[in-house]
């Protein structure tokens, strides 16, 4: 994987217009840095030991906390919290109602910065949490900063979550969302962004989208999303001592919170790596190399740019999953956030 000059210190695969590095041989014999975390300890890397630290933290007490989903909760809500300049947003949201799979959702809009374009943008963003938690409140850090990225006005959902309201619901809502977006502003410039789970239904959102005919985002962002929920990514044993916080262990019994209806792992609305990747929008893949998901990231843009889609993957040495919402503390974050702004204006130009 070509390496970045020191002001933008990320390994990145491009879209199919220039070569791609994320052969299947890259991804059995990745790069020594991609090995270990917390080296280069250079600008790129500034704010890292404070982030592992607090991510370390949660992952412990996520183990002593058994089977306590309400404690589980209260940990990922608490996921961005690793310093006090990331929760000073700076904005103030405003709550909406917006068509779910059943009934309406609460929806948190953050108003755009004022650099808005002629164009008004509008993302919405689903949030991740494994897809048992998570909500607008505790992703503001990350919505309200990638909104200004973007130069939108953003719009959090808070979709249903399993166990409660397991595999379609959350799915089914943010298709719901979406759809009401493009009825209420058909002419502007919209777009989907999720991490994690989030990056999962989001890319799960774009393949029923596409199947259905219906009209696709202009421009999608996706963090560190979980692509293969069979859980079938080397990177899940490789980068598992590195990683301060996913178990793989754990992943299974997630999964099988959030789908209980028996439908096969292999189905694209569960795992978007098996759905049809030709003609998708320009997209953007933001991971971390200090990750159990790596490979899901790896493997997804492979396939997409294997089919011809304009799919991009950016990959950070020695960041943990989602780093990109640890700004300002952590320059990567920063440095990420100067990209996702640099993809959505050439793209939507």
């Known amino acids: ?49 404070r982030v592992i630290k607090h991510l370390e933290c949660i992952k412990a007490f996520t183990a002593r906390t058994g089977n306590d989903l309400g404690a589980k909760r209260t940990l990922l809500e608490a996921y961005f919290a690793a310093d006090a300049s990331i929760l000073d947003t700076g904005v103030t949201p405003r ?26 943008r509008r993302l919405l963003y689903v949030h991740g949490g494994s897809w048992i938690a998570g909500s607008p409140a ?22 249903r979550l399993a166990p409660e309201a397991a595999f379609p619901a959350g799915l089914q809502d943010v298709l719901a969302a979406w759809r009401w977006l493009c009825d209420e502003y058909p002419q502007d410039h919209l777009l989907l962004a999720g ?3 989030g990056g999962n239904l989001t890319l799960a959102a774009l393949n029923a989208l596409k199947s259905a005919g219906e009209r696709l985002p202009d421009a999608v962002i996706a963090f560190s999303p979980a692509t293969d929920l069979s859980w079938g990514s080397a990177s899940l044993s490789r980068k598992a001592e590195v ?11 997630v999964s099988m919170a959030y789908v209980q209806d028996g439908t096969d792992m292999s189905d694209p609305r569960i ?10 929008p320009p997209t953007l893949i933001q991971c971390g190399e200090a990750e159990i ?4 990231s790896r493997r997804y ?24 919402g640890f700004a300002p503390l952590l320059s990567a974050a920063n440095a990420a956030l100067k990209e996702a702004r640099e993809f959505l204006d050439t793209t939507l130009a």
């Open 301 to 324: 843009a492979t396939q997409a740019q294997d089919c011809g889609s304009p799919v991009t993957l950016s990959l950070w040495p020695d960041m943990p999953h989602v780093f990109v």
């Open 1 to 49: 994987m070509s390496s970045r000059s020191p002001s933008h210190p990320s390994s990145r695969s491009t879209s199919p217009s220039t070569s791609s590095s994320t052969s299947p041989s890259s991804q059995d014999s990745p790069p020594p840095h991609a090995e270990a975390s917390l080296q280069n300890h250079d600008d790129a890397h500034a704010g890292l030991e």
């Open 293 to 296: 998901l790596l490979d899901d």
């Open 195 to 197: 991490d994690s789970a």
């Open 243 to 253: 990683d301060p916080i996913l178990d793989p262990n754990l992943l299974p019994f």
């Open 138 to 159: 505790g992703h503001r850090p990350l919505a309200s900063r990638l909104g200004r990225a973007a130069r939108a006005e953003t719009y959090t959902l808070d979709y």
């Open 271 to 280: 795992s978007p790596l098996e759905g049809n990747l030709f003609d998708l």
């Open 95 to 120: 709550l909406a109602m917006v068509p779910g799979g059943e009934g309406e959702r609460v929806c948190e809009v953050l108003p755009a910065p004022d650099d808005t374009p002629a164009r008004p």
